[in-house]
């Protein structure tokens, strides 16, 4: 059965818009909303909405649509200002409205529909209200009495971040979207300024809690904050005032809730979910959550099944905006890393740092500041950024495209045979700049499962060579890469279709680790390594370098990430070792570095060294970022050309925050703060990702693993599908018949619109 009496806790613009939606949809619906405020008080100036919101609200309300449109602010241009050279990018498309003027057109449309709206009147709490009404919709924002009452069934999660900012106002109108820094003696600032209606603009402040305690913020009432911020930004304001309204300095709150609804009370915009203001998310979701909810409460024969559907439509939808509002919100907490970048690939960086603008469509916005951009990086005309060359060393990669190590578990004893040979030739042949193997074991006891390939017999490195000149003749251009490793205390364990990381069920041959600890419960414990095992393993891995460049590869990539051995010895969670190489960071890197010169000395000096790290456990206690850093730091101090920046899978019990390009920021950061070529992985799938990354200059090279399964001649289709014909892919003379897209039948049918109104009762 639908409700028909709702109680609504809060009068910000979700809640508001579900009682008006609700009262629309049912006018037999009594409906209530608690507000403890006046009407007229609010926090914050300026609300921006994008045409997909305003889309939903035009077929849901026309009456309240058209109000908006009367008042709306339109504009399409960003500006970026970077060390006071301002770059505009166009054709954006922004609409906002004052805060204060949003609540009155809603609170008159609830007037005119019925619904009752008590101001300055607290809430009687969520589970009083269910008592006698069929449904409460909770829209208390972040501070939500409701979530944390019921926060035993919501389960929430709420973080909070390393910025202060402040609302502010200014009586004039930016005539862009307007981003500026201040470099100050204190530490980088930056407003965030956009106009909200003919003569008035919200300004938000922004900086690290650091710079703001070492600017004295801490210490300054609001008047004097509010002065102190027009100085510092006098010359984006041209001199004018800034003016508060209820405004505080506060830390921007992430709140994300395992459950959004209980028996009838359910959970709207930022009680439910947060998401940074830099990508102006915040009112957006309130009044799509509202449009939701009524919809699925319209549709559902029940309530509660109106509930999950509400939950099931938006949750992915918040996750997604979540993702992206955490990407900005990080981009902006490390402004500092992106300051002495060229000012217009700044500008770039700036624009695509949640992902949700990217390298195509800013070209479709603006292909005039994007064409600047690329031409600032040394794209020769026409080409995409992907296809601009990289030197490492004295090897020249065509295109900045790498074929991720991916292990196949098809070798017999260590020697790969045909299915590497067409595996590695296919996508040698797909176009990448770089195709790396598997990881290659140094020995047969460094062997993760017995189908894994090695370069311990001279039989493996003949089997090696054939690949390698297979590549190096069929696909004239692509460099081939080897990857050694050794699995430590990974080894001994099932092919990955039979059981991933479960120990054979028979044949184990012993393990060995920077310390006795099993990688998980029911695993095979790793025997200590000495000091002269240690002296035998890095003996095999200058062998396995040696058997390597005999067998052609172009580039060796040392593996010391993923919990494998040298893996190990970098970890806190798994190296306990008292010796000379365990404690410190400094002592947990001795074998790995020890390892790395030594294959260093008999790799030829003209061919790169890269290394595979993890950098950050996902794990509480274990490696992090900023160790990450510093183990970058240290490789390239012993002569690694570039780092190749992964994530995890040292410790069974790890919790990584997966999502589009999750690993980027890692490697972002390593290049950005030490200035070391790095490769980056991670959930990286299109073309336009690679080149948004590559021109934005988070990353020097992009590993893509599960694409290249996919496709195997992902590269080539992505130079297709780009209309790009230069010299950074080349298509195998074989099959240049296939260079073009095949045709397709017509998909331009009529699609069925569906609005909210035509389901009223």
């Known amino acids: 059965m639908r409700p028909l009496r709702v109680a609504v806790i809060g009068g910000g613009p979700g809640g508001l818009y579900a009682a008006a939606l609700l009262k629309r949809l049912d006018p037999r619906r009594d409906i209530t909303v608690w507000e403890r405020n006046a009407p007229d008080d609010t926090f914050g100036f300026g609300v921006v909405l994008s045409d997909e919101t305003l889309g939903g609200i035009e077929h849901a309300d026309p009456v309240v649509h058209a109000a908006l449109q009367a008042e709306f602010v339109r504009w399409d241009d960003i500006d970026v200002v970077h060390r006071g050279t301002r770059h505009t990018s166009g054709g954006h498309g922004f609409a906002a409205l004052g805060r204060r003027r949003l609540l009155e057109i809603l609170h008159e449309r609830c007037r005119e529909l019925g619904v009752h709206l008590r101001f300055r009147a607290e809430a009687p709490p969520a589970a009083d209200l269910a008592r006698d009404h069929d449904l409460v919709v909770a829209a208390d924002g972040v501070h939500s009495a409701t979530r944390e009452a019921h926060a035993d069934v919501f389960r929430p999660r709420v973080e909070e971040h390393r910025c202060r900012y402040i609302w502010l106002a200014a009586d004039f109108a930016f005539d862009a979207f307007r981003f500026e820094t201040a470099e100050t003696e204190h530490g980088v600032m930056q407003l965030h300024g956009y106009p909200f209606s003919a003569s008035d603009s919200t300004v938000i402040v922004e900086m690290r809690e650091e710079v703001w305690r070492a600017a004295g913020f801490d210490e300054l009432d609001v008047r004097e904050s509010v002065e102190r911020c027009a100085k510092i930004f006098t010359e984006a304001l041209g001199g004018r005032a800034l003016r508060s309204n209820n405004s505080a300095w506060t830390a921007f709150r992430t709140v994300v809730n395992e459950k959004w609804s209980h028996e009838n009370v359910v959970l709207v915009g930022d009680s439910?979910?947060?998401?940074?203001?830099?990508?102006?998310?915040?009112?957006?979701l309130a009044v799509e959550d509202a449009l939701a909810l009524a919809a699925c409460l319209q549709e559902q024969p029940t309530t509660a099944e109106a509930l999950a559907a509400y939950e099931a439509e938006r949750r992915p939808v918040v996750a997604s905006t979540q993702r992206a509002a955490r990407a900005s919100l990080e981009w902006f907490e490390n402004l500092g890393l992106y300051l002495d970048q060229p000012s217009r690939q700044f500008a770039f960086n700036l624009l695509t740092r949640?992902?949700?603008?990217?390298?195509?469509?800013?070209?479709?916005?603006?292909?005039?500041?994007?064409?600047?951009?690329?031409?600032?990086?040394?794209?020769?005309?026409g080409t995409p950024p992907m296809f601009t060359p990289l030197r490492l060393r004295e090897l020249n990669l065509r295109n900045r495209v790498v074929v991720s190590p991916m292990d196949m578990y098809s070798a017999q004893d260590g020697v790969p045979g045909d299915f590497h040979l067409v595996h590695l030739g296919a996508r040698a042949l797909g176009g990448a700049g770089l195709v790396m193997t598997e990881m290659v074991c140094v020995s047969p006891e460094g062997r993760i499962t017995p189908g894994c390939t090695g370069l311990y017999t001279p039989e493996q490195a003949a089997a090696w060579r054939r690949i390698t000149e297979f590549a190096h003749t069929r696909a004239p251009g692509t460099a081939i890469g080897v990857q050694l490793g050794h699995s430590g205390r990974k080894g001994s364990t099932k092919l990955m279709w039979e059981g991933i990381d479960e120990p054979l069920p028979d044949g184990n041959w012993p393990l060995v680790a920077a310390s006795p600890l099993p990688y998980k419960p029911g695993s095979q414990t790793p025997h200590e390594l000495t000091r002269d095992q240690l002296a035998d393993i890095r003996g095999q891995f200058t062998s396995a370098a040696r058997r390597a460049a005999e067998a052609g590869f172009d580039l060796l990539e040392l593996h010391c990430?993923?919990?494998?051995?040298?893996?190990?010895?970098?970890?806190?969670?798994?190296?306990?070792?008292?010796?000379?190489?365990?404690?410190?960071l400094t002592n947990r890197l001795r074998f790995p570095l020890e390892v790395f010169d030594a294959v260093r000395e008999v790799w030829p000096g003209d061919r790169p060294m890269t290394v595979r790290i993890s950098a950050t456990d996902w794990a509480d206690g274990g490696t992090d970022a900023a160790d990450a850093v510093e183990v970058a730091r240290a490789f390239a101090a012993h002569g690694a050309d570039a780092i190749d920046v992964s994530t995890g899978q040292v410790v069974a019990d790890e919790q990584p925050a997966y999502g589009r390009s999750y690993q980027v920021p890692f490697a972002d950061r390593i290049r950005n703060e030490t200035g070391i070529p790095v490769i980056s992985v991670g959930a990286i799938s299109s073309w336009d990702d690679v080149n948004s990354l590559i021109l934005a200059g988070r990353t020097d090279l992009c590993a893509l693993a599960r694409p290249h399964l996919y496709d195997p001649h992902w590269t080539l289709h992505a130079a297709a599908e780009q209309g790009y014909t230069g010299p950074g892919v080349a298509w195998p003379k074989q099959y240049a018949a296939g260079s073009r897209p095949p045709q397709t039948g017509r998909l331009d049918a009529p699609k069925p619109r569906l609005r909210l109104g035509d389901r009223e009762c």
């Open 272 to 284: 439910a979910h947060t998401a940074h203001f830099s990508i102006g998310s915040g009112t957006k």
């Open 561 to 584: 990430a993923h919990g494998y051995l040298l893996s190990g010895f970098l970890s806190p969670l798994t190296n306990h070792r008292t010796d000379a190489y365990g404690g410190s």
């Open 354 to 381: 949640s992902r949700r603008v990217t390298h195509d469509n800013l070209r479709l916005r603006d292909r005039r500041f994007t064409e600047a951009v690329e031409h600032d990086f040394g794209c020769p005309p």
